[in-house]
């Protein structure tokens, strides 16, 4: 598994127009290549009207799974400009497809290369990016005189909190990088005065906003 990478936030959509032309970009994580491939037909099947329905996937810890398909524009103007983007912006797992509606002015090659690559730009800002970092889960259990000061204590910190669940005691699931396991737990002995147990549970991505 990878230590760190980035990925589109949520699944969405985003719609452009450009001299007339309207581009509908649709975008979902994608973490296999059958999951990319029905995302394309279900979107070619909403816009079967459409005059293009252009795709493109990279998946892979390695980018190892990649395809640029122009369902009928001019080669090379659709797929890999979209592909294109979606490397610079070093994103992976990510199927993308704009759809279009010709409007009744041709682009030009240029123009159609801009076009699709814009559309994909502006789509990956409205739905945001995600840097995914790979953590340790560490479970603390505190008892309820303490879990106030402590949760507030991680808020203030940056720790981000993976759940929270109450019983007899309370037990908070903290993301912990893997090279501050040993001092978060140092500082969540002496915060709480050694009134707290921890054991690690397992590794799990945590996702923070990418400006």
């Known amino acids: 598994m990878l230590e760190k990478y980035r990925t589109i936030k949520v699944a969405g959509q985003h719609e452009i127009v450009i001299e007339k032309s309207r581009f509908i970009c649709s975008m979902i994580r994608a973490t296999d290549e059958k999951t990319a491939q029905e995302f394309i037909q279900s979107i070619k099947k909403k816009y079967w009207n459409a005059s293009h329905n ?3 996937y990279i998946i892979g810890e390695r980018d190892q799974y990649q395809k640029a398909q122009d369902d009928g524009e001019p080669s090379g103007t659709a ?3 979209m592909l ?3 490397k610079k912006k070093h994103l992976k797992d990510v199927a993308v497809v704009v759809t279009r509606y010709f409007g009744g002015t041709k682009l030009g090659a240029g123009g159609l290369v801009r076009a699709y690559s814009n559309s994909v730009s502006e789509a990956c800002k409205a739905v945001g ?3 995914r970092s790979l953590a340790a889960i560490i479970s603390c259990t505190v008892d309820y005189a303490t879990h106030a000061k402590f949760e507030n204590a991680l808020g203030k910190t940056g720790y981000q909190i993976a759940n929270i ?5 309370v037990t908070i699931d903290v993301y912990v990088e893997n090279s501050d396991v040993a001092p978060f737990q140092e500082w969540a002995i002496n915060l709480t005065s050694g009134q707290i147990k921890m054991i690690e549970v397992g590794k799990k991505y945590q996702e923070k906003d990418v400006n």
């Open 54 to 56: 252009c795709s493109a």
């Open 79 to 81: 797929g890999v400009p």
């Open 84 to 86: 294109e983007v979606l």
């Open 129 to 131: 990016i995600v840097e």
């Open 165 to 169: 669940s109450f019983t007899e005691s």
